[in-house]
């Protein structure tokens, strides 16, 4: 597609249940990173693949948060047993070169309320 | 650690206004600084960004330089316009790094005609 696509746009989930966002990069992009933020706050890094490979999971708040891309394009980000706390807009974001300073493209986010 | 610290909003100007958005940064090595721009509805969009101090970045008639000697990169716009009204966020790559942004927390700006 022209964009960084994510679904879905919005997601409401009780307290306890598993949640997945997907998140379709440029096609030919390595570079994926995925970004939480709460609202009236910046972004916070959680995660980045450069192709299939997570060469940084550093920003992932606990062990419920996990993130895959398993053929290189296509990423999935799951949290389990969801919090209040993890309410917060989850970016995507996709860069076609993995060198430094490379133009990241963002996706419109997945909005995520636990109720 | 490194961080960005924007000024707070809501700005509110009328068309034509002259605006700043002052950006200051603390970090240990030598980042590259970016502006980025959330139209509403949007996704967040590289305005323009600056890798080196003295370094001035510029894109639709907004402008900020890289001040190394007062850890600044303040977003500069000569007349804005009803259509600059966005959220604007201020963000560094550290040097060691550059894969990982770090975020102010964001400037809304509303334009009124």
């Known amino acids: 597609g022209a964009g960084v696509s994510q679904s879905p746009r919005y997601k409401v989930a009780k307290r306890g249940q598993d949640v997945a966002l997907r998140c379709d990069p440029i096609s030919g992009h390595v570079s994926l990173f995925w970004y939480q933020q709460a609202l009236g706050q910046g972004p916070e890094f959680l995660t980045y693949f450069q192709n299939e490979a997570q060469l940084d999971k550093s920003g992932l708040p606990s062990d419920r948060f996990f993130a895959e891309r398993p053929e290189g394009s296509v990423s999935t980000l799951k949290i389990q047993r969801t919090q209040q706390e993890d309410s917060a807009v989850y970016l995507c974001a996709s860069s076609l070169e993995a060198?430094?300073?490379?133009?990241?493209?963002?996706?419109?986010?997945?909005?995520?309320?636990?109720? | 650690g490194d961080s960005v610290t924007q000024m707070e909003g809501p700005v509110t100007l009328s068309e034509e206004a002259f605006l700043t958005i002052n950006c200051t940064y603390t970090a240990t090595g030598y980042?590259?600084?970016?502006?980025?721009?959330?139209?509403?509805?949007?996704?967040?969009?590289?305005?323009?960004?600056?890798?080196?101090?003295d370094d001035k970045g510029s894109n639709k008639g907004f402008e900020a330089t890289y001040r190394k000697e007062t850890t600044s990169f303040h977003l500069e716009k000569g007349s804005v316009q009803?259509?600059?009204?966005?959220?604007?966020?201020?963000?560094?790559?550290?040097?060691?790094?550059?894969?990982k942004l770090i975020w102010g927390l964001g400037t809304s700006l509303a334009v009124n005609p």
């Open chain 1, 99 to 115: 060198q430094n300073n490379s133009p990241l493209h963002f996706g419109n986010g997945t909005r995520l309320t636990v109720t």
């Open chain 2, 31 to 53: 980042p590259s600084l970016f502006w980025y721009v959330q139209y509403p509805g949007e996704g967040l969009q590289l305005l323009l960004k600056a890798t080196k101090a």
């Open chain 2, 82 to 99: 009803v259509s600059d009204s966005a959220v604007y966020f201020c963000a560094l790559s550290d040097a060691g790094n550059n894969r």
